[in-house]
């Protein structure tokens, strides 16, 4: 079964500081890969996916960017955070039948 | 373009009571739906799929195409089923998933 590991748990950073949350993945290979954003009162809003590789999609347009230099390495980034990057971010994978599993996030605080 | 209302907040309820968390959805194709849901402290977890048409700790969940609705049900609520849930629509291509806001369902003894 696949196991995700997100690091780190927790973060605080000011703004304007740059960020790198990581999320690996075992158990599985060549997966889709995703990150989250969970908003108090907004659900889950999708940030980017990845089918391999090198290969990053983005949903929205933001702050924030995504890399995944190894097939189960998923990282998210930012040169620059801004107050409104605060939240819960998940790292997910997907399932044979659509379903995703998910990471047990990072709670990220920009003050 | 696809969305999934919940459209309560906060869904409270008495130990024993009958549960119904509401899942509303908007997309053109044949939907796959899901419900997850993440307990305190814990991961967000996947609790239920329509297309398993399954009882997942006494939890159902029906699709009605034409209300658009897919709405989770248990008979009798207990205070362990208190957490968050999210009622959840797969995308196309991406097989990315559509959430939606959220209820937290409270369990009062």
């Known amino acids: 079964s696949q196991t995700i590991h997100q690091w780190p748990a927790t973060l605080v950073q000011p703004v304007g500081s740059p960020l790198s949350l990581e999320c690996t993945v075992e158990g599985t290979s060549n997966p889709n890969l995703y990150w989250y954003r969970q908003a108090a009162g907004r659900g889950l809003q999708l940030l980017f996916y990845s089918v391999g590789i090198g290969q990053i999609s983005s949903e929205v347009p933001q702050n924030l960017s995504a890399s995944r230099p190894q097939d189960r390495q998923f990282i998210l980034s930012s040169k620059k955070l801004l107050l409104s990057d605060s939240g819960f971010y998940l790292c997910?994978?997907?399932?044979?039948?659509?379903?995703?599993?998910f990471g047990p996030g990072t709670r990220l605080t920009v003050t | 373009a696809q969305r999934v209302t919940q459209p309560e907040k906060l869904l409270s309820v008495f130990k024993g009571a009958p549960v119904e968390l509401k899942c509303n959805y908007s997309?053109?194709?044949?939907?796959?739906l899901f419900w997850y849901v993440q307990y305190s402290r814990q991961r967000l977890q996947l609790l239920l799929r329509?297309?398993s048409r399954e009882s997942i700790k006494g939890f159902t969940a029906d699709l009605n195409k034409g209300e658009t609705s897919f709405h989770l049900k248990k008979p009798f609520a207990q205070e362990e089923d208190s957490a968050m849930y999210y009622c959840?629509?797969?995308?196309?291509?991406?097989?990315?998933?559509?959430f939606g806001s959220g209820t937290r369902l409270q369990v009062q003894p």
């Open positions: 329509h297309i």
């Open positions: 959840a629509l797969k995308g196309t291509g991406r097989r990315a998933l559509t």
């Open positions: 997309y053109s194709g044949s939907p796959e």
């Open positions: 997910a994978t997907a399932g044979s039948g659509y379903e995703q599993y």
